[in-house]
């Protein structure tokens, strides 16, 4: 682009591009692109510097905007950093509906190294401009700029200035830039050096040139719809710069566009009424009586357990009969049956403990081959067997002692000694 060009371009347009001061006032206009950079060599002079003299500070600097008595920014203004050794930049598109009323907005920047911070305010005081909106407006999508970069005033100078050679309007701005991130982008691979991608939207009061209505051809709209490249006779004029995807600009009328009133829906049952801003409650909170409270929650209910544990305790402890008293109120001829019939079931316990019964082998005596002496059994006569089994697994070891063979088959007599008694039997 020439210089005249660049003359023509600088007198027209009114982007706003200021650098970052304490409490600095700056004014831009409705419906024209903001841009405020955040510059990291300002603000190095509020924190320490390097501990030893002639070393270059190169700390690690991150920024942080809100609007003032709030945690975020506005609607309409944006904020983007890309490393901590990058400048950072505020950037959007004011509405008409803001000029009058000044915004304050808090920057306050960290020192990663120090991690000391600096705060300052900036104060945006939009105002308006003639001729709001400009009727016709068109956005561009370029694929090779992400969005701080189209910020650059240089860059973004040049992108104008082709717009207006092809364009040819009296009045050109910047209505406003979107990341691609922001529309729904994907986060590019970190190959071949890609980018982002960025949406540039300007305004100009003259109708749109036939170059830019060249898309709109129905061989250009099958190529897009083909995936294609379209046939656009001015994308040489940015191609050395700005490769813009043809396929995706938009061209918008506003005179052509029919507004659309829609009435205010009223609010139904279970809808807050629009109170206006939220105000929170004072600091100073007023005093308040919980005696009420502490008689209701633990005051009553202990009251009521109390009785009722009185009662429970007065039914069981102080109202009990006694044996003797029992014994007094129940008639002689009851207490004689009862007490026969413990006798008589007393009686038969110990009887049939005492009863006859044929004892299981493993309880028999054994005799010795030698001596003839009878080995006592395992258990004792008096051993209580109405509740053991028949049959019991042996506890002791036993080996054989006689064997005896017939000329027929062979018969054993296996006579099994206890342990104990082994020794007499070697």
């Not at 950037?91 to 920047?109: D, M």
């Not at 002496?373 to 008096?382: K, M, Q, S, T, Y």
Request: hydrophobic share 35%; glycine share 4%.
């Amino acid at each position: 682009m020439d210089s005249v060009g660049v003359l023509v371009w600088l007198s027209i347009v009114v982007t706003i591009l200021s650098k970052s001061h304490a409490d600095r006032n700056v004014y831009p206009s409705a419906g024209v692109l903001f841009v405020h950079v955040l510059e990291r060599e300002y603000f190095k002079g509020e924190f320490p510097p390097y501990p030893k003299p002639g070393d270059a500070s190169n700390d690690p600097i991150t920024f942080n905007t809100n609007l003032m008595g709030y945690p975020d920014r506005p609607g309409w203004l944006r904020y983007i950093q890309r490393t901590p050794h990058s400048d950072g930049v505020l950037y959007g598109s004011p509405t008409s509906e803001l000029v009058g009323k000044p915004t304050v907005i808090e920057i306050t920047a960290y020192n990663r190294r120090t991690f000391e911070t600096a705060r300052h305010n900036l104060i945006i005081n939009i105002m308006s401009t003639e001729d709001f909106p400009l009727p016709y407006q068109a956005e561009f999508f370029i694929k090779n700029m992400n969005v701080e970069e189209m910020l650059a005033s240089e860059v973004l100078g040049d992108f104008l200035g082709a717009v207006k050679n092809v364009w040819q309007p009296e009045r050109l701005n910047a209505i406003n830039i979107t990341s691609a991130l922001d529309r729904g982008g994907r986060v590019p691979l970190p190959i071949n050096d890609l980018k982002e991608g960025v949406y540039v939207m300007v305004g100009a009061d003259v109708p749109f040139s036939s170059c830019l209505r060249e898309v709109e051809t129905p061989q250009n709209q099958l190529r897009c719809s083909q995936e294609m490249e379209p046939v656009i006779s001015c994308d040489k004029k940015f191609r050395a710069q700005f490769h813009i995807d043809w396929c995706k600009i938009s061209l918008v009328d506003i005179t052509k566009v029919v507004p659309v009133h829609r009435e205010k829906a009223e609010p139904g049952t279970g809808i807050l009424p629009d109170m206006g801003e939220y105000k929170p409650p004072s600091e100073t909170l007023e005093s308040r009586d919980y005696f009420a409270d502490f008689l209701i929650t633990l005051a009553v209910p202990s009251a009521v357990a109390l009785v009722l544990l009185l009662i429970l305790g007065y039914s069981m402890c102080c109202r009990r009969e006694g044996v003797e008293k029992r014994n007094m109120q129940t008639p002689d001829i009851q207490l004689v049956h009862h007490s026969s019939i413990q006798k008589s079931t007393k009686e038969l316990r110990s009887m049939s403990k005492n009863r006859e019964i044929s004892w299981p082998l493993s309880t028999l005596p054994v005799f010795h081959h030698v001596s003839g002496e009878v080995v006592p059994p395992i258990h004792r006569d008096n051993y209580e067997t109405t509740s053991m089994p028949l049959m019991q697994t042996q506890t002791v070891d036993f080996v054989p002692v006689a064997s005896q063979k017939t000329q027929s088959s062979w018969y054993s007599w296996d006579i099994y000694i206890p342990r104990s008694q082994r020794s007499e039997v070697k």
